[in-house]
C-alpha cells in the first residue's frame, strides 16, 4: 500500500473529522426532533450511525496507509472512536425509545434533546476549527457547561421518576432512557476534552 505524506493525507484527516462532526451534529439534531415530537427517527438515525461506522473506518485505514501524520496516531484514534461513540449512544438511545414503545416523552427528556442538539452544534463547530488548533476553548466551556446542565435534568428527573411512578416496568424504562441520555451528553464533553489534548499538545 502506497504511503502518503502531508499535506496531502494530513488535509484528509481534517476532511473525516468534519464529516464525522456533521454527522454528530445531524445525529443529535434527529435525536431531538424525536424527543419534541414523539415520533421514531431511529431508520435515520441509523442511517447516520452506520455513516459514522464508516467515516471512523476511514480514519482507522488512513492512520495505517499515512507515513507522517499531523497528529499523533494514538489521538487520531482516540478522537475519531469517541466522535462515533457519540453517534453510537443516540442511535442506541433512539432504538431504546422505540423498543419501550415510549409515545409520550417527558419533558425533562425532551430538555436533554435539547441540550444534545446543541452539543452537536458545538462539536462541529469545533471541529471545523481542529485545523490549526485554535479557538477550540469557547467550544469546549459551552459543551462543559451543557453537560453540567445536563446532569442537573437528569438528576432532578430520576429523583422525580423514583417518587413519583410506582409501575416498575416504567421505571426500568426511564431509567434506562434517561442514562442513555445522560452517558450521550457525557460522551460530548469527553470528545471536547479530547480536542483540547490535541489542541495543547500541537499549539
Same mark, same amino acid.
Given at each position: 500500500m502506497k504511503l502518503s505524506l502531508i499535506p496531502q493525507g494530513g488535509r484528509r484527516f481534517y476532511e473525516l473529522?468534519? !464529516?464525522?462532526?456533521?454527522? *454528530?451534529?445531524? #445525529?443529535?439534531?434527529?435525536?431531538s426532533k424525536s424527543l419534541l415530537e414523539g415520533k421514531s427517527r431511529h431508520a435515520r438515525l441509523r442511517d447516520l450511525e452506520h455513516e459514522c461506522d464508516e467515516a471512523t473506518h476511514q480514519i482507522h485505514n488512513l492512520v495505517n496507509s499515512t507515513f507522517v501524520t499531523p497528529i499523533e496516531q494514538e489521538d487520531i484514534l482516540l478522537l475519531a472512536s469517541s466522535l462515533d461513540?457519540? *453517534?453510537?449512544?443516540?442511535? %442506541?438511545?433512539?432504538? !431504546?425509545?422505540?423498543?419501550?414503545?415510549?409515545?409520550?416523552?417527558?419533558?425533562?427528556?425532551?430538555?436533554?434533546g435539547e441540550h444534545l442538539a446543541k452539543a452537536g452544534t458545538e462539536i462541529a463547530a469545533a471541529l471545523d476549527r481542529l485545523e490549526g488548533f485554535a479557538e477550540l476553548k469557547p467550544h469546549r466551556l459551552?459543551?462543559?457547561?451543557? %453537560?453540567? %446542565?445536563?446532569?442537573?435534568? #437528569?438528576?432532578?428527573?430520576?429523583?422525580?421518576?423514583?417518587? !413519583? *411512578?410506582?409501575?416498575?416496568? %416504567?421505571?426500568? !424504562?426511564?431509567?434506562d432512557i434517561y442514562d442513555l441520555l445522560e452517558a450521550t451528553m457525557d460522551s460530548c464533553e469527553h470528545a471536547a476534552n479530547v480536542m483540547e489534548t490535541i489542541s495543547i499538545k500541537n499549539a
Open positions: 473529522f468534519r !464529516k464525522q462532526g456533521d454527522l *454528530v451534529n445531524e #445525529t443529535l439534531s434527529e435525536l461513540d457519540i *453517534v453510537d449512544l443516540a442511535e %442506541e438511545t433512539g432504538d !431504546k425509545i422505540d423498543l419501550y414503545q415510549i409515545h409520550v416523552i417527558s419533558d425533562a427528556a425532551k430538555a436533554m459551552e459543551l462543559h457547561r451543557l %453537560e453540567n %446542565e445536563g446532569d442537573r435534568i #437528569t438528576r432532578e428527573a430520576i429523583g422525580e421518576l423514583f417518587a !413519583k *411512578v410506582s409501575d416498575a416496568a %416504567e421505571l426500568v !424504562k426511564w431509567k
